[in-house]
């Protein structure tokens, strides 16, 4: 009788298979718990929330060889510098506003979603709102009556979708986040808004509080 080899005895195999799966289970461990660490706001990649109380660009990166997030001199949203608690609670009001209005039936966030509509990675960013000192209110009034605005008027046309302030304002504080995000030159060949012109306008004495809300932490 023929000695078996062993690279063809099936114990062989069913062991390696066990032992394959085994380091690919600590591999997948040592993955998630990397990318948990790399995705949490406040980290490299990803910005405090705070980051909406300063001016965010999208610059080309010669190294890197595509366009990076800068962030610049202090630019409060709405007028208002918000701590670090106000600005998570207004961020995270904001995305539960995308996902209660089920924004990615039709956008995408981040590359995720239907991409029936623009990628709203960069919304903060689009050149579409004119200039940067239209651009918040710009933003805010378009969630709010979206069926009023020019652009909106010719192709695939934004419903209303009855958002309120407070609910507009925070999804503009969450698009704003969200467009500090290193997202290793995503969306490609982006060209974003100017805004390389005037220095940042003082904020009103009596500038208009930000929208309350509660101060759950931004789900990731």
Not at 137 to 150: A, E, S, T
Request: hydrophobic share 40%.
């Amino acid at each position: 009788m023929a000695q078996e080899i062993w690279w063809a005895s099936p114990s062989f195999w069913r062991k390696s298979a066990i032992w394959v799966t085994g380091l690919s289970f600590v591999i997948l461990i040592f993955l998630t718990f990397d990318t948990v660490k790399q995705i949490t706001a406040g980290s490299p990649r990803v910005p405090a929330y705070s980051v909406i109380n300063k001016r965010i660009d999208y610059v080309f990166n010669t190294e890197r060889n595509f366009q990076v997030p800068v962030i610049g001199q202090d630019e409060p949203l709405f007028g208002k510098m918000l701590t670090e608690e106000e600005a998570e609670a207004l961020v995270s009001h904001g995305k539960l506003t995308t996902q209660a209005k089920n924004c990615m039936n039709c956008h995408t966030l981040l590359g995720n979603g239907s991409y029936y509509a623009p990628d709203l990675t960069k919304s903060w960013l689009d050149p579409s709102w004119g200039s940067k000192e239209a651009r918040e209110q710009g933003m805010v009034d378009f969630l709010m009556n979206p069926q009023d605005r020019l652009h909106n008027a010719l192709g695939r046309k934004m419903p209303n979708l009855g958002i309120t302030e407070d609910e507009a304002k925070a999804t503009v504080a969450f698009l704003k986040w969200m467009s500090s995000i290193d997202t290793n030159g995503f969306p490609a060949n982006f060209k974003p808004i100017d805004q390389a012109d005037a220095p940042v306008a003082a904020a009103p004495a009596t500038a208009e509080p930000a929208p309350e809300v509660s101060a759950a932490p931004a789900q990731q």
